[in-house]
């Protein structure tokens, strides 16, 4: 990893891991110690925020460089979509449950700390593998998910579908994929991505969901939802949400924060009232409902009625 890129990254508090991973404690963790708050995950989902581990296997390597992301992920601090020298996956998961424990330890001296919670948080059970980057990348993806259950672990990824034929064969516990476009010329326009076809091959993602989530794979559709931008063409998103099939579909507002401020003004970020509205006019055109909301992070939880039981993951 080079220098400059190692250095602004540890300003903002990641943990560099090996040669192309990092970490970074989420500040619902924080929150969720001193019983302030909660992850929308944990509301949505039912895992336990405060041990959730967000982390990265590909921390500088993205196929697009979206308009939206917050995250130092513009030209300048890309390598690129091929990583030479792939670290351990399970090098990779140690150090980060140690990072996480490491930068955990300041709460000790705080009084207002749930001391059972900090207790519980000393073993992680969740991994949020979405912190920047995209982790599809990273050619030992399957064999860190295998390694993460046989540790009891849950595994969420988050993908920009860019690679259809790699997701076909991860099994991870909820599996993201971001939508934020409802055809592809403005799907090129927002990501700016160095994939050609990336439309063919986002609607090849889509095909794959479906087959996933025949296999028991928790499928997600992320839609990322822009003002004056990309909250048009209900009717095209409820297209691609049939053609996905997915367990959940998550309508989020885009928020004007980190290196997103460079590109995108204050007045994108849509009001939780008007994502509500977006959401409600694609579920109607393709037989999905809002079952739930954190309206703090502007986001809302779609199902459809005959997947309802299915919400809840079981961590027993």
């Known amino acids: 990893m080079r220098p400059e890129l190692k250095k602004l990254l540890e300003k903002q508090?990641?943990?560099?891991?090996?040669?192309h991973s990092a970490s970074k404690v989420c500040e619902y963790v924080k929150k969720s110690l001193l019983n302030k708050d909660v992850c929308y995950k944990q509301k949505f989902y039912g895992i336990k925020s405060h041990q959730c581990v967000q982390m990265t296997p590909a921390v500088n390597y993205c196929t697009n460089e979206c308009l939206f992301c917050w995250r130092a992920m513009d030209r300048e601090f890309n390598d690129g979509m091929k990583i030479k020298k792939a670290d351990s996956p399970q090098e990779i998961i140690d150090q980060c449950i140690k990072n996480q424990l490491k930068m955990l330890i300041g709460f000790r001296g705080n009084k207002k700390i749930d001391w059972k919670k900090y207790e519980e948080a000393q073993k992680p059970k969740h991994f949020a593998i979405s912190l920047t980057g995209e982790p599809t990348i990273y050619p030992k993806l399957k064999e860190m998910i295998?390694?993460?259950?046989?540790?009891?672990?849950?595994?969420?990824?988050?993908?920009?579908g860019m690679f259809p034929e790699k997701l076909k064969d991860l099994r991870p516990t909820q599996l993201y994929v971001s939508?934020?476009?409802?055809?592809?010329k403005l799907y090129k326009k927002i990501s700016r991505t160095q994939i050609k076809n990336s439309w063919q091959k986002l609607m090849k993602t889509m095909d794959a969901l479906k087959d996933l989530r025949k296999k028991g794979v928790r499928t997600c559709l992320r839609i990322t939802a822009i003002k004056n931008m990309n909250m048009i063409e209900p009717e095209n998103y409820?297209?691609?949400?049939?053609?996905?099939?997915?367990?959940?579909?998550?309508?989020?507002?885009?928020?004007?924060?980190?290196?997103?401020?460079?590109?995108?003004?204050d007045r994108s970020m849509p009001e939780h009232t008007e994502v509500k509205k977006f959401a409600n006019e694609i579920g109607k055109l393709c037989g999905y409902k809002i079952v739930d909301e954190k309206r703090e992070s502007r986001v809302v939880l779609m199902m459809r009625e005959k997947d309802l039981k299915k919400r809840f993951l079981d961590l027993d």
């Open 13 to 19: 508090q990641y943990r560099i891991v090996g040669e």
């Open 179 to 184: 939508v934020f476009a409802p055809n592809g």
């Open 238 to 265: 409820a297209k691609i949400i049939k053609k996905a099939s997915p367990l959940f579909v998550e309508v989020k507002a885009y928020m004007n924060i980190g290196f997103s401020r460079l590109r995108m003004p």
């Open 146 to 160: 295998n390694c993460l259950k046989k540790m009891k672990i849950t595994s969420f990824v988050v993908s920009n």
